[in-house]
T-cell receptor, first 113, second 113 residues
């Protein structure tokens, strides 16, 4: 079974541009998470979806960030407009209900110049 | 709010020795405490989970202990190998059915041949 798939793996953009990160969770997993990892703050939860519905978005830094999950096999995280402080590695993770373990994708390394 | 602290940013040990990594939590006792491994350029990978009422868990060369009095979990790798070199993350998952994982910043382990 394929793991969590994220694209792109690397993204370099200029300040002010829109950035869209994509995630395909593991088939059969109904919980999806977006995380951000930086040296300063470590790994932080941004948003959690369950059965395609956003349950907790309290970690989303500000209105420039938005996330969608139009169906069980696809989610996007959008930053508009992007800023240099958004530079980080963004991970998507998924799991089944009643399962404690989360399965992480390879991450998207974002650099905003 | 709960904080997960991994006091050592880096740990260097000689091949064949036992590596011991420390994870402390500041507030309530986690219902589940998880350990993940992260290699450079990759997402975290689940290793072990220990429940609040468990003192110790083992998996091959890995051992995790949980001391609620000290508010601490220890992660041991016996007979360490250079291939064990990675960053190890501790995470708190509180409450059955809870989804929120709070991660420590990790300890980078280097096993020297």
């Amino acid at each position: 079974d394929a793991g969590v798939i994220q694209s792109p793996r690397h993204e370099v953009t200029e300040m002010g541009q829109e950035v869209t990160l994509r995630c395909k969770p593991i088939s059969g997993h109904n919980s999806l998470f977006w995380y951000r990892q930086t040296m300063m703050r470590g790994l932080e939860l941004l948003i959690y979806f369950n059965n395609n519905v956003p349950i907790d978005d309290s970690g989303m830094p500000e209105d420039r960030f938005s996330a969608k999950m139009p169906n069980a096999s696809f989610s996007t995280l959008k930053i508009q407009p992007s800023e240099p402080r958004d530079s980080a590695v963004y991970f998507c993770a998924s799991k089944r209900d009643r399962q404690e373990t989360q399965y992480f994708g390879p991450g998207t390394r974002l650099l905003v110049l | 709010s709960q904080k997960i602290e991994q006091n050592s940013e880096a740990l260097n040990i000689q091949e064949g020795k036992t590596a011991t990594l420390t994870c402390n939590y500041t507030n309530y006792s986690p219902a589940y405490l998880q350990w993940y491994r992260q290699d450079p350029g990759r997402g975290p990978v689940f290793l072990l989970l220990i429940r609040e009422n468990e003192k110790e868990k083992r998996k091959e060369r890995l051992k995790v202990t949980f001391d609620t009095t000290l508010k601490q979990s220890l992660f041991h790798i016996t007979a360490s190998q250079p291939a064990d070199s990675a960053t190890y993350l501790c995470a708190d998952l509180s409450g059955a059915g809870s989804y929120q994982l709070t991660f420590g910043k990790g300890t980078k382990l280097s096993v020297i041949p």
